[in-house]
């Protein structure tokens, strides 16, 4: 395929794709048939991570406060702003060296929940080698929309190539995100910044998402889901890996799995990286440790990209 400018691809479609594929994708997580009977019910539960996993508010509890902890220890480079929106910060986690590797890490909630400072704690795997870690915040729906948000990551990204080396991260990046984040980190892969990513559970095909309950706060448009699904879009060669719990709903599953399957269509680099046993939100926890296979594949990155 010939090299495109995803930003410029982007804006020329948003006029005329309107409800278009852009790509030959796979097929929604059912087969489509199947999918239009289906009560709304049904759609919706095929989507509710919370609800399938009886104890996640007890996880995510569990992160809060761990995360609580993290931030106490590290509160040199918190806050920091990168736009006008009252959620458009940074916080920072330098390591010792700033020509270090840097994780930067998107934060998830369907794209209408959680905060940046309830995931602090999933700093703690790659700086224990050194590593620095970024996370950045987003304005959550329905405060903008879905293009909107992906705009404000970009400018993140912005902001923390012009700004970083001023609080100790001027190293390479690896962009990473869990659930919406993981759509996020999927969507701007292309940045020149980023070297390579690990995406988790992810959303990479968003037709579906507009027929769940997830669309009230959304309110998709047939644009932004033929121009921010990845499954839609240029592929880019960059190493991507691609995680998902193998509890997890079928719906996560098969977006990881048909989004690697795509990639690997183009012939670009990354694993397909499932997760024994685990769930929505188990999956995402072993990067917090620093000997746990996903944060070793991360640090092998960095010898590849």
């Not at 948003?14 to 994708?25: F, I, N, P, S």
């Not at 962009?175 to 690990?198: E, F, I, K, N, Q």
Request: glycine letters at 8%; a negative charge; charged letters at 20%.
């Amino acid at each position: 395929m010939v090299a495109i400018d995803r930003r410029a691809f982007v804006a020329a479609s948003a006029a005329t794709l309107v409800g278009a594929d852009l790509v030959q994708a796979e097929a929604p997580p059912v087969d489509k048939t199947v999918w239009a009977t289906m009560s709304h019910a049904a759609r919706d539960a095929s989507y509710n991570n919370g609800t399938a996993v009886a104890d996640s508010a007890q996880i995510i509890d569990r992160w809060v406060a761990d995360s609580a902890a993290f931030r106490a220890q590290h509160p040199k480079h918190l806050d920091l702003a990168y736009g006008p929106g009252e959620r458009n910060k940074w916080d920072l986690f330098p390591g010792d060296d700033p020509k270090a590797p840097c994780l930067v890490f998107i934060h998830g909630g369907y794209w209408q929940a959680r905060n940046r400072e309830h995931f602090s704690c999933f700093a703690e795997g790659v700086m224990t080698r050194g590593w620095s870690c970024a996370m950045p915040g987003y304005t959550l729906a329905p405060g903008a929309t879905l293009t909107q948000i992906v705009a404000e990551i970009r400018s993140a990204l912005d902001w923390l190539g012009g700004h970083g080396s001023a609080h100790g991260i001027e190293g390479p990046i690896i962009l990473s995100g869990w659930s919406a984040g993981g759509h996020l980190a999927a969507l701007t892969l292309d940045h020149p910044l980023v070297r390579g990513g690990y995406v988790v559970s992810g959303i990479y095909e968003l037709g579906p998402i507009r027929d769940t309950y997830l669309n009230e706060k959304l309110k998709l448009t047939d644009e932004e889901i033929a121009i921010l699904s990845p499954l839609r879009l240029p592929s880019v060669n960059k190493r991507l890996a691609i995680a998902y719990g193998t509890a997890e709903l079928p719906a996560l599953v098969h977006n990881s799995r048909a989004f690697h399957a795509y990639r690997a269509s183009f012939h670009h680099a990354g694993a397909l990286f499932p997760i024994p046993h685990a769930n929505h939100y188990t999956g995402i926890e072993q990067i917090r440790l620093a000997e746990s296979i996903p944060t070793r594949t991360l640090f092998r990155m960095m010898e590849d990209v």
